[in-house]
């Protein structure tokens, strides 16, 4: 099973920004598809990002325009580029595999067996 951790969060100010990591263990990273959920207290579960690979990506509309995913396989790293960040994007981000070669079309429905500890992002002034 691919193992990832994810880091990078903070404490930023509204329209600041923050660039997440993801990284993992195997020599098959490339292979994967993987996305990014957050969870802010009391709240659900919410996708944010999931990518197969350059220009194949997804986005939940609250992000869209100011979020950006993308991946350097030769590292086994996804990235989360977070711009013009807002105190709703507040929360835990946790990155997970979600399958191979595409991101499902249920994809933020869906469950995932395998999380990291997360990396906390809080946005206040």
């Known amino acids: 099973q691919l193992q990832l951790a994810e880091s990078g969060g903070g404490l930023v100010q509204p329209g600041g920004s923050l660039r997440l990591s993801c990284g993992a263990s195997?020599?098959?990273?490339?292979?994967?598809?993987i996305a990014w959920f957050r969870r802010a207290p009391g709240k659900e579960r919410e996708g944010v990002a999931c990518?197969?690979?350059?220009?194949?990506?997804m986005y939940t509309d609250s992000v869209k325009g100011r979020f950006t995913v993308y991946r350097d396989n030769a590292k086994n790293t996804v990235y989360l580029e977070m711009n013009d960040l807002k105190p709703e994007d507040s929360a835990t981000y946790y990155c997970?595999?979600?399958?191979?070669?595409?991101?499902?079309?249920?994809?933020?429905?869906?469950?995932?067996?395998?999380w990291g500890q997360g990396t906390q992002v809080t946005v206040s002034s």
């Open positions: 195997s020599e098959l990273f490339d292979v994967y598809a």
């Open positions: 990518i197969v690979d350059t220009g194949n990506e």
């Open positions: 997970t595999v979600v399958g191979r070669y595409a991101c499902p079309a249920d994809v933020w429905k869906r469950h995932y067996d395998y």
